[in-house]
DNA sequence: ACAAAAGTGTTCCTCTTACACCCATGA
DNA sequence: TCATGGGTGTAAGAGGAACACTTTTGT
């Protein structure tokens, strides 16, 4: 028997799993962020906006995959989001006092402690989009632009940044970033706006073009004042028939 | 409001929730994890053997990763040891029927469902440490060898495995696995094991003493019956001064 | 002297980097 | 014709891959 049972203080009456999610997204220029706000009313009766991440309690026959995917659907629209696991959030104190009032108060539930499970995921963005979440209470945030968060999703947000950078480096996720056609330069902006660098544009198309998975679509951009740009496509089976698994020197630390 | 609020299910009562740890060690040829010994009384009244990852249902004022450091403790007898958080393991049915009934019979309390999270590290092995695991009933078994695990720990070992396998690419991992002075051959044989597949000799050396961080120590082995290799060691504050969050094409996929 | 593992150098080739100008389009 | 962003080539250097033999120690 495990030696430390009696260690175990079982009491799972006042806990919760919630769910959050950082949604990406792209427009093409500059990263953002899915932000919902929030209404709090203070002791005071003064009303209090500011913002979240999307997120909820979860149900207790949801999978906590299945409650992320029915967050973003809500917010976004679309269904069959790719979505990631990232980091728990665990400490008993992540939620108390007012905040924890909020949760109780907007549940209708007693509450003592809320662990939240993070996902995040990746969007392209347009209009249209942009509208859609615009009409639930929800606001694309530049991510220099991101101020004061409810709870402890500042630091959730700076966990997610970072993870999105590790993902760049190991697989070609700038892809759910962009429409299916995309321009190289597009690729390139979000590159530099992932790492935060610039990067010289001959390099950067040398090595793009280079890739065999990196398909012209032969269409190019109409009604630009310049020359119009070529379109590309990325071909995802034949990235994996290609490049899976290499392992190289120096990929060595 | 959230307008999906309605379809959140809410009754907290019968619902857990876990850590597991997947504690992989290295003994300078092969790698191994770490399992625990359960025993089951099948209905009919025979005992049955089997294994899985150690792991513990946690303490409402337990912070996820107290509750697996308190698993790996107990059977390691480390403390502070770098654990890292993975996935969280989180489908309604992953237990269930008699696997279910041995949790509520072990822990004397009536849950429907369990939800973990996994946990990993990396330790190194020596002889102390295999015997001490072996009194607490856990074995050190060597990747190729591990046969059926109780509940989806099957499952939860192969993302453990795959992640490790990712973050060899991203940090110098492979010094957790080792002690503090090592010889070239034993961080070689970490990677062949972890990548399984062969690497030149003459290249690797060569790769790895052109990092800065990699110090030679100045002893070497004793008492081998052929050529004693160095000692080297892994200066962290070097590391960190150097490697830093570099950005190459090469790491554009 | 022999077994066993440590240790060593060179050549070829690929990939990354640095760098500056012309091109096509709409206004 | 001009403003705007698209698109191109080359040379130098760094680093990875392939390859076989000598050295040191204990037995």
Redesign the interface.
Known sequence: ?????G???????????SVDCVIFGFDGKSLRVLLKQRQRELPSGEVLVDSKLPG??????????CAAQ??VQ?LIGLRNINLR?M??F???QRVQGNELEWINK??G?T???V?T?VFFTLVKLDSKLIAYTER?EADWVELNDVRHLAFDHNKILIAAIDRLI?L?????VAFDFLPRKFTLRHLQNL?EAV?D?A?DNR??RK??LSLPYIVPSGESEKEVSHKPAQYYYFDRRK?RQK?NKI?K?????
């Open positions: 028997m495990y030696s430390y049972m260690d175990v203080n079982l009491t799972y009456d006042k806990q919760a799993i909820s309690l979860i149900s207790d026959s949801e999978d906590l995959t029915r967050v809500t696991q980091e728990i665990s400490d008993p907007y549940y539930i509450l003592s402690r662990v499970m639930r590790t760049f480096r190991q697989e070609p590159y790492y660098i990067i390099n950067f090595k793009m990235y490049n392992f020197l120096g990929f060595i630390y």
